[in-house]
T-cell receptor
Framework: NAGVTQTPKFQVLKTGQSMTLQCAQD?????MSWYRQDPGMGLRLIHYSVGAGITDQGEVPNGYNVSRSTTEDFPLRLLSAAPSQTSVYFC?????????FGSGTRLTVV | KQEVTQIPAALSVPEGENLVLNCSFTDSAIYNLQWFRQDPGKGLTSLLL?????REQTSGRLNASLDKSSGRSTLYIAASQPGDSATYLC???????????FGTGTRLTVIP
């Protein structure tokens, strides 16, 4: 099915480990973004991209890196995982005004 | 910074009842406002989008309204069904910004 695909669905990391959360979309959307969802805080924007080769920071970018080498893919990298990064991560793409969200990655950092 | 608030945090209603979910935002300079549905362990599904120049949007049993001057949006669900049970999120896009500002959601339970 067309949409936004996130992998993995679940991940447990030890403090200090690094990993990459994958996000791919097949709708040819130029805009892609990463959000984290924490209890009682709503979703907050981490990084976003308006097209291949263009990325920018959102509200909570510290500890995360992104790159956009193709229109389809927008990976999120955790350089040195911390317990504060325990969260559910959502990738979203946008065409005009409508957003399409992936099903999320639940990350636990111990 | 745009602050988005949703009240109540949780709501339980019997099947068939009409209900209203509330969303308020602090900055009236919004580009659009969107309502999403989130099922447990799932991603977000877009329900309705209201442009800043519009007052309301309708889709089936759902109707969303927007009042920029008062900083409020409401989502009206008619003839609620158990399948409507989910968390409903509203999100505002500020004019000139690229991100959605989300509320913390209203968890709706429709009792058969």
């Amino acid at each position: 099915n067309a949409g936004v695909t996130q992998t993995p669905k679940f991940q447990v990391l030890k403090t200090g480990q690094s990993m990459t959360l994958q996000c791919a979309q097949d709708m040819n959307h130029e805009y892609m973004s990463w959000y984290r969802q924490d209890p009682g805080m709503g979703l907050r924007l981490i990084h976003y991209s308006v097209g291949a080769g263009i990325t920018d920071q959102g509200e909570v970018p510290n500890g995360y890196n992104v790159s956009r080498s193709t229109t389809e893919d927008f990976p999120l990298r955790l350089l040195s995982a911390a317990p504060s990064q325990t969260s559910v991560y959502f990738c979203a793409s946008r065409q005009n005004y409508g957003y399409t969200f992936g099903s999320g990655t639940r990350l636990t950092v111990v | 910074k745009q602050e988005v608030t949703q009240i109540p945090a949780a709501l339980s209603v019997p099947e068939g009842e009409n209900l209203v979910l509330n969303c308020s935002f602090t900055d009236s300079a919004i580009y659009n406002l969107q309502w999403f549905r989130q099922d447990p362990g799932k991603g977000l599904t877009s329900l309705l989008l209201i442009q800043s120049s519009q007052r309301e949007q309708t889709s089936g049993r759902l109707n969303a309204s927007l009042d920029k001057s008062s900083g409020r949006s409401t989502l009206y669900i008619a003839a609620s069904q158990p399948g409507d049970s989910a968390t409903y999120l509203c999100a505002a896009v500020k004019t000139g910004a690229n991100n959605l500002f989300f509320g913390t959601g209203t968890r709706l339970t429709v009792i058969p």
